[in-house]
């Protein structure tokens, strides 16, 4: 089954190139390429893509609105930044909105399919610039205390490499466990810390009260 992605970027040229480029790809079909934010809700509550990808920069609505909005209709979808912006303020604001991935548009073809797979797949895909940032940001961090609901020891494992930023498939090997076994203990992270992505569930781990609100991001 082909992964349906859709596409947010203003500039014709780039989203048409986008848009070939996942066409051509085997396991990939672009179902919607839209030039702004406001045309993205519209068509994509209709055709409901897997993954997106966003630029921040556009028109009216801005990427980082469009992606907190897209969110709250479509939780399921993985959203993943494209766009010339790497600064501390726009990374973790489109982590806060909900984006499950960041890249930038010097990114190769190859490395922006390979990150749409990985996305789907339970990873966090980023650049090397933006992950170093970010893991900056974690070493500074002390983990907090874990609500009452108290997770058992798998689950807590999970949920350290989860913050780590592995997929799903690393946990699995990590410990020698199926992928589904990794997504029933992720969903029940998920119910016992009441958040409702990997990003949400990582920051509650994390307990990150050097950024602005970064504790309390929305999926």
């Known amino acids: 089954m082909k992964i349906n992605v859709g596409i947010v970027e203003d500039n014709r040229e780039v989203r048409e190139n986008w848009a070939k480029v996942l066409n051509a790809h085997p396991k990939l079909r672009c179902i919607a390429a839209c030039e702004s934010g406001e045309a993205a809700l519209k068509r994509f509550s209709e055709s409901r893509p897997d993954v997106v990808l966003m630029d921040i920069n556009l028109p009216g609505m801005s990427g980082i609105q469009c992606t907190a909005l897209l969110k709250q209709q479509l939780p399921k979808t993985q959203i993943i930044m494209v766009t010339i912006y790497s600064s501390n303020n726009a990374v973790f604001e489109a982590l806060k909105a909900g984006a499950s991935g960041y890249l930038l548009k010097n990114n190769s073809s190859d490395e922006v399919i390979r990150s749409i797979i990985e996305v789907v797949e339970g990873g966090a895909p980023m650049t090397g610039l933006i992950a170093r940032r970010v893991i900056e940001v974690f070493r500074r961090t002390v983990p907090r205390d874990l609500p009452a609901a108290q997770l058992t020891t798998r689950e807590t494992e999970v949920l350290q490499l989860v913050a780590k930023g592995y997929a799903n498939k690393e946990i699995a090997s990590q410990l020698d466990v199926g992928v589904s076994t990794v997504r029933t203990h992720i969903e029940h992270i998920y119910e ?13 781990y994390l307990g990150d009260g050097s950024g602005p609100d970064f504790h309390s991001p929305k999926c």
């Open 192 to 204: 016992k810390l009441h958040v409702h992505c990997r990003t949400q569930a990582a920051a509650k």
